[in-house]
């Protein structure tokens, strides 16, 4: 089974508008990690926000915002203000750590968000 | 601080030789894992290095491996390589099983 789903192969927004990426999960360890990344066509990897399964308070980072609700498995990125500059595919990844997070991260297979003028 | 640098950005290789590429961690940072991207299977894991010890493995074959150097500088190898190969590796860096991993740029195989 998938242990992360991107349910939105790809998103086209307008400018300056807020975007929700969808991103849901599955995993039985208790302790374990929620990433976002941005791959721009550059192919460089750029992490955007971490949420951690204990973290009480949604994470924030800028535009950026996690919308987590554990019980739904549920991390989706909301991005404020959208801007042509984040036209990328963006990766939801998960660490499970009560293994040492030793597996490394599991990635969904993205969603391509292009933001029109 | 420098960020995390992998080397080569390209390589072209034909089937049947073999690769090294070469990932630089942030500095103090000790875990060290490598990732392959293709369009057919998406970011998978290949392996991940903590203080110069593999701590474990993707399922990948035996012909992909690695290392890690004293600095925390590493190094993987494909040996064989085969068309499927080609694809794009990236290098991420963090301080421990912690709540960051930072990419490098990645390099892009071709196996011809």
């Known amino acids: 089974a998938q242990k992360i789903t991107q349910t939105q192969p790809g998103m086209f927004v307008q400018e300056k508008e807020a975007v929700t990426l969808d991103c849901t999960y599955d995993?039985?360890?208790?302790?374990?990690?929620l990433f976002w990344y941005k791959q721009p066509s550059s192919g460089e990897m750029i992490f955007l926000i971490y949420?951690?399964?204990?973290?009480?308070q949604n994470a924030t980072e800028g535009r950026y915002s996690l919308n987590f609700q554990k019980a739904r498995k549920s991390a989706n990125l909301v991005i404020s203000a959208s801007q042509l500059g984040d036209s990328a595919m963006y990766f939801c990844?998960?660490?499970?750590?009560?293994?040492?997070?030793?597996?490394?991260?599991?990635f969904g297979k993205g969603t391509h968000l292009i933001i029109q003028p | 601080k420098a960020g995390v640098t992998q080397t080569p950005r390209y390589l072209i290789k034909t089937r049947g030789q073999q690769v090294t590429l070469s990932c630089s961690p942030i500095?103090?940072?000790?875990?060290v894992s490598w990732y392959q991207q293709t369009p057919g299977q998406g970011l998978q894991f290949l392996f991940e290095y903590f203080s110069e010890t593999q701590r474990n493995k993707g399922n990948f074959p035996g012909r992909f491996s690695g290392r890690q150097f004293s600095n925390s500088r590493s190094e993987m190898n494909v040996s064989t390589l085969e068309l499927g190969d080609s694809a794009l590796y990236l290098c991420?860096?963090?301080f421990g099983t912690g709540r960051e991993a930072f990419f490098g740029q990645g390099t892009r195989l071709t196996v011809v």
């Open positions: 500095s103090g940072h000790r875990s």
């Open positions: 995993t039985s360890d208790p302790s374990y990690g």
């Open positions: 991420a860096s963090s």
């Open positions: 990844a998960m660490r499970e750590v009560s293994g040492g997070g030793a597996d490394g991260l599991t």
């Open positions: 949420q951690g399964s204990y973290d009480q």
